[in-house]
Protein backbone atom coordinates (compact mmCIF):
# COMPACT_ATOMS: atom_id res chain seq x y z
CA UNK A 1 0.00 0.00 0.00
CA UNK A 2 1.36 3.25 -1.28
CA UNK A 3 1.96 6.04 1.95
CA UNK A 4 0.91 9.85 2.13
CA UNK A 5 2.87 11.57 -0.93
CA UNK A 6 4.29 15.10 -0.43
CA UNK A 7 6.33 17.46 -2.59
CA UNK A 8 8.39 19.12 -2.75
CA UNK A 9 10.43 18.22 0.34
CA UNK A 10 12.51 21.78 0.80
CA UNK A 11 11.21 24.46 -0.22
CA UNK A 12 13.49 28.07 0.82
CA UNK A 13 12.06 31.27 -0.27
CA UNK A 14 12.47 35.05 0.53
CA UNK A 15 9.86 36.68 2.80
CA UNK A 16 6.76 38.05 0.73
CA UNK A 17 7.32 35.39 -1.97
CA UNK A 18 4.80 32.58 -2.47
CA UNK A 19 4.64 28.53 -1.97
CA UNK A 20 2.98 25.91 -2.80
CA UNK A 21 2.76 22.45 -0.78
CA UNK A 22 1.09 19.39 -2.42
CA UNK A 23 -0.26 15.85 -0.79
CA UNK A 24 -1.58 12.86 -2.11
CA UNK A 25 -3.00 10.75 0.08
CA UNK A 26 -3.43 7.18 0.62
CA UNK A 27 -6.07 5.88 -1.30
CA UNK A 28 -9.86 5.43 -0.31
CA UNK A 29 -8.76 8.11 2.60
CA UNK A 30 -11.58 10.83 2.58
CA UNK A 31 -9.86 12.48 5.21
CA UNK A 32 -6.96 14.94 4.68
CA UNK A 33 -5.26 17.02 7.45
CA UNK A 34 -2.32 19.32 7.08
CA UNK A 35 -0.61 20.13 10.00
CA UNK A 36 2.18 22.76 10.92
CA UNK A 37 5.43 21.65 12.76
CA UNK A 38 7.50 24.37 14.19
CA UNK A 39 11.41 23.40 15.49
CA UNK A 40 10.79 21.55 19.02
CA UNK A 41 7.07 21.59 19.27
CA UNK A 42 4.07 19.31 18.49
CA UNK A 43 2.43 19.61 14.83
CA UNK A 44 -0.64 21.85 15.11
CA UNK A 45 -3.55 21.68 13.27
CA UNK A 46 -3.92 24.16 10.07
CA UNK A 47 -7.25 22.77 7.94
CA UNK A 48 -8.90 18.94 8.07
CA UNK A 49 -10.89 17.78 4.54
CA UNK A 50 -13.47 15.27 4.55
CA UNK A 51 -13.53 14.43 0.56
CA UNK A 52 -13.36 17.91 -0.95
CA UNK A 53 -15.20 19.49 2.00
CA UNK A 54 -13.82 21.59 4.88
CA UNK A 55 -14.49 20.14 8.19
CA UNK A 56 -12.13 22.42 10.83
CA UNK A 57 -10.07 25.31 9.66
CA UNK A 58 -10.41 27.43 12.99
CA UNK A 59 -6.38 27.85 12.99
CA UNK A 60 -5.53 28.30 9.42
CA UNK A 61 -4.20 31.94 8.87
CA UNK A 62 -6.73 32.86 6.29
CA UNK A 63 -5.18 35.94 5.50
CA UNK A 64 -2.19 34.27 4.12
CA UNK A 65 -3.01 30.24 4.40
CA UNK A 66 -5.16 28.77 1.27
CA UNK A 67 -5.68 25.37 1.20
CA UNK A 68 -8.30 23.08 -1.43
CA UNK A 69 -9.20 19.72 -2.13
CA UNK A 70 -10.41 19.56 -5.68
CA UNK A 71 -12.18 16.35 -6.22
CA UNK A 72 -11.46 14.94 -2.97
CA UNK A 73 -8.17 13.19 -3.67
CA UNK A 74 -5.36 15.42 -3.95
CA UNK A 75 -4.63 19.03 -2.10
CA UNK A 76 -2.78 21.59 -1.93
CA UNK A 77 -1.76 24.31 0.54
CA UNK A 78 -0.48 28.05 -0.38
CA UNK A 79 1.26 30.52 1.97
CA UNK A 80 1.03 34.15 0.00
CA UNK A 81 2.84 36.25 1.63
CA UNK A 82 5.13 34.16 3.52
CA UNK A 83 6.38 35.49 6.44
CA UNK A 84 9.46 34.57 8.60
CA UNK A 85 7.84 32.66 11.31
CA UNK A 86 5.76 30.38 8.79
CA UNK A 87 9.26 28.32 8.76
CA UNK A 88 8.42 25.37 9.64
CA UNK A 89 7.40 21.24 8.68
CA UNK A 90 4.00 20.89 6.71
CA UNK A 91 2.72 17.27 7.37
CA UNK A 92 0.02 15.97 5.26
CA UNK A 93 -1.97 13.50 6.69
CA UNK A 94 -5.13 10.87 5.71
CA UNK A 95 -7.33 8.98 7.41
CA UNK A 96 -10.07 6.21 6.58
CA UNK A 97 -13.42 7.35 7.94
CA UNK A 98 -16.98 5.39 7.43
CA UNK A 99 -17.36 1.56 7.45
CA UNK A 100 -15.77 -0.38 9.91
CA UNK A 101 -11.98 0.85 9.78
CA UNK A 102 -10.32 2.37 12.62
CA UNK A 103 -9.23 6.40 11.81
CA UNK A 104 -5.78 5.85 11.98
CA UNK A 105 -4.08 8.82 10.81
CA UNK A 106 -0.87 8.29 8.31
CA UNK A 107 1.29 11.15 7.82
CA UNK A 108 3.48 12.27 4.46
CA UNK A 109 7.51 12.54 4.90
CA UNK A 110 6.92 16.66 5.57
CA UNK A 111 7.85 19.68 3.33
CA UNK A 112 10.43 21.95 5.58
CA UNK A 113 10.04 25.36 4.49
CA UNK A 114 12.25 28.10 5.26
CA UNK A 115 11.78 31.40 5.01
CA UNK A 116 14.62 33.63 4.85
CA UNK B 1 -10.09 22.99 25.07
CA UNK B 2 -7.70 19.66 24.99
CA UNK B 3 -4.45 19.98 26.02
CA UNK B 4 -1.57 17.64 25.42
CA UNK B 5 1.80 17.72 27.52
CA UNK B 6 4.35 15.08 27.63
CA UNK B 7 7.19 14.40 29.90
CA UNK B 8 10.12 14.31 30.00
CA UNK B 9 10.95 16.70 27.14
CA UNK B 10 14.23 14.60 26.90
CA UNK B 11 15.40 11.25 28.12
CA UNK B 12 18.88 9.69 27.47
CA UNK B 13 19.37 6.11 28.50
CA UNK B 14 21.97 3.28 27.86
CA UNK B 15 20.87 0.42 25.70
CA UNK B 16 19.25 -2.16 27.42
CA UNK B 17 17.27 -0.01 29.73
CA UNK B 18 13.91 -0.27 29.72
CA UNK B 19 11.82 3.30 29.45
CA UNK B 20 8.17 4.89 30.09
CA UNK B 21 7.28 7.63 28.14
CA UNK B 22 4.01 9.68 29.80
CA UNK B 23 1.25 11.33 27.78
CA UNK B 24 -1.57 13.83 29.72
CA UNK B 25 -4.47 15.17 28.32
CA UNK B 26 -6.71 17.52 29.91
CA UNK B 27 -10.66 16.50 28.11
CA UNK B 28 -11.18 12.89 29.10
CA UNK B 29 -13.76 12.39 26.80
CA UNK B 30 -11.79 10.93 24.01
CA UNK B 31 -11.97 8.26 21.05
CA UNK B 32 -8.53 7.67 20.61
CA UNK B 33 -5.25 7.87 21.65
CA UNK B 34 -2.54 7.67 18.83
CA UNK B 35 1.50 7.32 19.33
CA UNK B 36 3.51 8.34 16.78
CA UNK B 37 7.62 7.94 16.06
CA UNK B 38 9.24 10.95 14.32
CA UNK B 39 12.89 10.74 13.20
CA UNK B 40 14.95 13.80 13.02
CA UNK B 41 13.68 15.52 9.57
CA UNK B 42 11.35 12.61 8.78
CA UNK B 43 7.18 12.53 8.57
CA UNK B 44 5.73 10.70 11.52
CA UNK B 45 5.53 6.66 11.97
CA UNK B 46 2.39 5.30 13.73
CA UNK B 47 3.23 3.08 16.69
CA UNK B 48 0.26 2.16 18.54
CA UNK B 49 -3.17 3.52 18.75
CA UNK B 50 -5.75 2.80 21.55
CA UNK B 51 -9.18 3.20 21.11
CA UNK B 52 -10.95 4.96 23.81
CA UNK B 53 -12.72 1.35 25.06
CA UNK B 54 -9.21 -0.45 25.10
CA UNK B 55 -6.82 -0.46 27.83
CA UNK B 56 -3.54 -0.85 26.55
CA UNK B 57 -2.02 -1.82 23.02
CA UNK B 58 1.13 -4.14 22.27
CA UNK B 59 3.54 -4.03 19.15
CA UNK B 60 6.82 -5.87 20.00
CA UNK B 61 8.97 -4.29 22.53
CA UNK B 62 6.48 -1.77 22.69
CA UNK B 63 3.25 -1.24 24.93
CA UNK B 64 0.80 1.92 25.19
CA UNK B 65 -1.78 1.81 28.22
CA UNK B 66 -4.76 4.31 28.38
CA UNK B 67 -6.45 5.50 31.70
CA UNK B 68 -8.87 7.60 30.69
CA UNK B 69 -10.34 8.72 33.77
CA UNK B 70 -7.24 10.03 34.54
CA UNK B 71 -6.06 11.57 31.44
CA UNK B 72 -2.98 9.68 31.24
CA UNK B 73 -1.02 7.62 28.64
CA UNK B 74 2.01 6.04 28.74
CA UNK B 75 4.48 4.38 26.09
CA UNK B 76 7.07 1.41 27.28
CA UNK B 77 9.83 0.50 25.75
CA UNK B 78 11.63 -2.66 26.63
CA UNK B 79 15.20 -3.62 25.64
CA UNK B 80 15.73 -0.22 24.27
CA UNK B 81 18.07 -0.08 21.45
CA UNK B 82 19.85 2.74 19.61
CA UNK B 83 17.69 2.65 16.53
CA UNK B 84 14.78 3.46 19.65
CA UNK B 85 16.30 7.03 18.93
CA UNK B 86 13.79 9.42 18.42
CA UNK B 87 10.92 11.70 18.64
CA UNK B 88 7.81 10.06 20.23
CA UNK B 89 4.86 12.05 20.40
CA UNK B 90 1.04 10.94 21.80
CA UNK B 91 -2.13 12.67 19.65
CA UNK B 92 -5.87 12.32 21.27
CA UNK B 93 -8.71 12.48 19.03
CA UNK B 94 -11.97 13.68 20.47
CA UNK B 95 -14.57 12.41 17.88
CA UNK B 96 -14.65 9.74 14.90
CA UNK B 97 -14.56 13.08 12.76
CA UNK B 98 -12.48 15.17 14.35
CA UNK B 99 -8.56 15.63 14.02
CA UNK B 100 -5.96 14.90 16.15
CA UNK B 101 -4.23 17.09 19.18
CA UNK B 102 -0.54 16.46 19.82
CA UNK B 103 1.85 16.86 22.70
CA UNK B 104 5.38 18.38 21.71
CA UNK B 105 6.98 15.12 21.94
CA UNK B 106 9.63 13.62 24.03
CA UNK B 107 13.06 13.28 22.42
CA UNK B 108 14.50 9.67 23.49
CA UNK B 109 18.32 9.07 22.95
CA UNK B 110 19.52 5.40 23.39
CA UNK B 111 23.10 5.25 24.29
CA UNK B 112 25.32 2.45 22.87
Known sequence: ?116 | KQEVTQIPAALSVPEGENLVLNCSFTDSAIYNLQWFRQDPGKGLTSLLLIQSSQREQTSGRLNASLDKSSGRSTLYIAASQPGDSATYLCAVKRNYGQNFVFGPGTRLSVLP
Do not use: M
Open chain 1, 1 to 116: EAGVAQSPRYKIIEKRQSVAFWCNPISGHATLYWYQQILGQGPKLLIQFQNNGVVDDSQLPKDRFSAERLKGVDSTLKIQPAKLEDSAVYLCASSLVGGTGIPEAFFGQGTRLTVV
